[in-house]
């Protein structure tokens, strides 16, 4: 009778644990539900207001209000590309997953491969919740140039584009675009503030070139033409336009380029501070994706001209974790081709 | 193009319309006063509200904040030496020591119609260029632009007052100074020590605050009484006020060069108003015959400033509107906003919304002279700001220049920082070293070493030698030598 009662006691026992660890997940998400309901949230924007780190993060925020019963309040602190928002991420923020930040396009990461002046965070520590979009750079020349491909500007003696300093992201993607095809002919200048003065200059004949974005590259196609998309295939947006892998690659060059490209593709992603439980991280890697796949979310996103090319925030970690481990010897080269070989 | 034109101002009629503009220039007004916000702060607060509004409210909207808020920045700088921006930083080298001598309301009268009229310029070239904008965007690269600022730099000796080598070594403090954070070429961070704070260098609204405002503030705590030193208090604003309105017109040759000035420096792409405002006090004290009489509250010099100011808006617009290119940074903005409520600036713009054009146009002109109407009539009142006594007046300002210096980047950093840099602007004004001098240094420091750089890496060191280029570096050899010319021959014909 004894030995009856104690089975049955261990049945129950254990039905009660299987059925418990079955829905674990219910259970942490209903905790972190509740961790979250009325708490405020600091969103970092690393920008000032009005640019597109600002308008997608403002977009987020009244998404995540929705899902997360919870207050965001959005934090600029401009300065530095981004710099400040991700130093203050790093070493100030709270670390219990109320501080959100979306990281500077690939800026982060290679400030950070760089030894850049100023970085105090480690990308690898950040926890990476979800890409919102990205898109890559394009060579734009004057419609009024001879250049229709990439061979005629091959065929030029010194080749002259334009970018604001070494290391932001257009003439990145040019100097190794062209270290992939051998475009040996090129120099970069540099100094430019912005679009504007990059498309008087290329418009005006001063320079050859400019490696605008996709997005940015759409709304010039009156005054320029694009030869080449800076990725792996081509775009939807610009059909005609070939990728680099479409050329005959230096074995090197190309070596290079598909190390660097994963930082145009981890684009505007979101991380949150460092040493947030794991499974708050999943719960807001999930929350994320709800708040993307919300309808009233998109509705706005595509009024503001926004457009989601999301990828989870496991894969999006993986491929932060693979850029930074570089061999020594890669990332020397990187930095020969960043600040002295086009220049 | 007449049906368009109807079409484009006669939505302006709309009293949906007109409630949105009324809106815009009042919180256009209210930012502009305050010291550190500018039109890009603004821009960035107006946008999020148009993303529910149809185009011509958004437009309206806008374009109606954004006009009027340097016209408001003018009053500050008239009546307490704080420029709201650095396009208001030339208004107070004359303004401000009208307001001393008790006649803030002339200068007050004389900038507001200057901006209103200014921005009327603007509006009307702005609606007869657009077509033809091409050449005079593409006449300015990088060397011109460079020559260009140059040229502004060239003023230094117009704010001398009598000591050109303090006003000479002012100028190269500002350089210095300028210099502070990323390097333009390599973005290599300079004299930051180790602060990440300073790596975008020092905000120009901080260093207005700290040379001007907070050392003025402390002269008037150690001195007492009022800003205002004239014996007899202004009793009739309105009638000087109008005094000054009618100055702008009996200058009338000034007031349009400097507005041709602000409207083709305004269309530079990059170059903008901080450089405008300058080559047209420049100008100004360069062709007056009471030259010696500025910077110790000659009229011409606020009336010069504030023309070119409000006509650089219309000037921007033209290569925003006709090729997608923003002239300045604040532009850059209006594109992105314009983009949201789907309209694509460019060739094709003219072509398919020619009435957007007009309605931008006619918003801008209405915006200017309503705003400096409404400008006046706040300024009767303003205007015995400058007879409250300092122990009450002081402290008021001091919380305001700090709210400013924090609203630059939500950053007590740049309150500290403003702290730190008016001991400078202290001791500047102690020495009789030309604050305004520092400040042209300051502004045009990294707009100089910036286009220089990219000038000498694209053409080599005979980037200089392009038609536009030599024609500028001939005016500004022409302005620098015009007075000691002057002088000599005056010497020579008593002799």
């Known amino acids: 009778m004894r030995d009856k009662l104690f089975m049955k006691i261990m049945c129950i026992s254990f039905l009660a644990v299987v059925f418990a660890g079955s829905n674990s997940n219910l259970f942490g998400a209903e905790s972190h539900s509740a961790f979250y309901k009325g708490k405020v949230i600091h969103f970092v924007v690393g920008f000032s207001p009005g640019g597109g780190y600002d308008t997608w993060t403002r977009l987020l925020a009244s998404a995540m209000e929705k899902q997360l019963d919870a207050t965001v309040v959005v934090k600029n602190m401009p300065g530095a590309g981004g710099l400040i928002g991700l130093n203050y991420m790093s070493n100030r923020a709270k670390r219990d997953g109320t501080a959100m930040m979306i990281s500077p396009l690939g800026g982060a990461q290679l400030s950070q491969l760089l030894d850049s002046p100023g970085v105090k965070y480690d990308c690898r520590k950040f926890n990476w919740l979800i890409r919102l979009t990205w898109e890559p750079q394009v060579v734009m020349v004057s419609k009024k140039s001879s250049f229709k491909s990439i061979e005629d500007l091959k065929k030029e003696d010194k080749l002259i584009a334009t970018g604001p300093e070494p290391t932001s992201r257009a003439p990145l993607a040019t100097v190794f675009a062209a270290e992939a095809i051998g475009l040996d002919n090129l120099k970069v200048v540099f100094g430019y503030p912005g679009s504007a003065e990059q498309i008087v200059a290329i418009m005006r004949g001063q320079a050859h070139f400019y490696s605008p974005s996709v997005g940015t590259s759409l709304r010039h196609m009156d005054e320029l033409r694009p030869i080449l998309v800076i990725a792996n295939e081509r775009v939807s947006a610009l059909p005609n336009v070939p990728a680099v892998t479409e050329y005959q690659l230096r074995p090197e060059g190309k070596k290079l380029f598909d190390r660097i490209m994963p930082l145009w593709e981890v684009g505007r992603s979101v991380i949150t501070t460092p040493d947030v439980p794991p499974d708050r991280v999943k719960f807001l890697r999930e929350i994320l994706v709800k708040c993307i796949d919300d309808k009233e979310f998109l509705k706005k996103a595509q009024r503001l001209k926004l457009s989601p090319k999301v990828l989870t925030g496991d894969k999006v970690e993986n491929m932060v974790m693979d850029m930074m481990t570089m061999p020594a010897d890669e990332l020397k080269k990187i930095k020969h081709v960043v600040y002295e070989k086009y220049q | ?495």
Request: proline share 4%; glycine share 12%; net charge positive.
């Open chain 2, 1 to 495: 193009m007449l049906e368009s034109m109807v079409h484009g101002l006669g939505v302006l009629l709309e009293p949906g319309i007109i409630l949105y503009m009324l809106m815009g220039i009042m919180l256009g007004i209210v930012i502009g006063i305050i010291p550190g916000l500018t039109g890009i702060v603004l821009l960035s607060i107006f946008i999020p509200f148009t993303w529910n509004m149809g185009q011509y409210q958004a437009l309206a909207f806008l374009m109606a904040g954004y006009a009027v808020c340097y016209t408001g920045g003018s009053i500050t700088a008239i009546l307490l030496n704080i420029p709201g921006t650095g396009a208001n930083s030339a208004t107070l080298v004359d303004g401000f020591p009208m307001s001393q001598q008790g006649k803030a309301g002339q200068a007050i009268g004389a900038a507001l119609t200057a901006s209103a009229l200014g921005g009327l310029f603007g509006g009307l070239v702005l609606a007869a260029f657009i077509p033809i904008v091409r050449p005079i965007v593409m006449a300015f690269g990088a060397p011109e632009s460079f020559f260009l600022v140059v040229m502004g730099l060239s003023f230094i000796s117009a704010l001398s007052h009598g000591n050109r080598s303090k006003a000479v070594f002012s100028a190269l403090l500002g350089l210095l100074f300028s210099f502070v954070g990323y390097h333009a070429s390599t973005a290599f961070p300079r004299y930051s020590f180790g602060f990440t704070y300073l790596f975008d260098g020092i905000k120009i609204s901080t260093c207005a605050l700290a040379i001007f405002a907070i050392p003025e503030m402390m002269d008037l705590m150690l001195r007492g009484g009022s800003i205002s030193k004239s014996e007899s208090p202004t009793t009739a604003p309105v009638r000087d006020i109008i005094q000054g309105g009618k100055e702008v017109l009996r200058h009338w040759g000034l007031f349009i060069r400097c507005s041709v000035i602000g409207t083709i420096v305004g269309a530079v792409p990059g170059v903008g108003s901080d450089v405008s405002v300058w080559v047209a006090y420049g100008h100004a004290k360069t062709t007056s015959k009471r030259s010696e009489t500025f910077g110790q509250g000659n009229i011409e010099g606020v009336i010069a400033p504030e023309s070119a100011n409000n006509a650089k808006e219309g000037g921007g617009l033209l290569p925003t509107l006709a090729l997608g290119i923003p002239g300045s940074a604040a532009m850059a903005i209006l594109l992105g906003a314009f983009l949201i409520v789907g309209i694509q600036p460019g060739p094709r713009f003219l072509v398919e919304h020619l009435d957007l054009a007009f309605t931008i146009v006619g918003a801008l002109i209405f915006s200017n002279l309503f705003g400096a109407f409404v400008c006046m009539i706040i300024s009767t009142k303003l205007i015995k700001i400058t007879q409250i006594r300092a122990q009450f007046l002081a402290p008021v300002i001091l919380c305001v220049t700090a709210l400013g210096a924090y609203c630059t980047r939500n950053s007590v950093f740049d309150v500290f920082l403003m702290l730190i840099m008016s001991v400078l602007g202290w001791a500047l004004r102690e020495l009789n070293y030309s604050r305004p001098s520092f400040f042209l240094g300051f502004i045009l420091g990294g707009l100089a070493e910036r286009y220089y750089s990219i000038s000498v890496q694209t053409y080599g060191w005979t980037f200089f030698l392009t038609p536009v280029s030599i024609t500028i570096i001939g005016l500004t050899v022409f302005g620098v030598a015009l007075e000691p010319m002057r002088v000599y021959i005056k010497k020579k014909k008593m002799l």
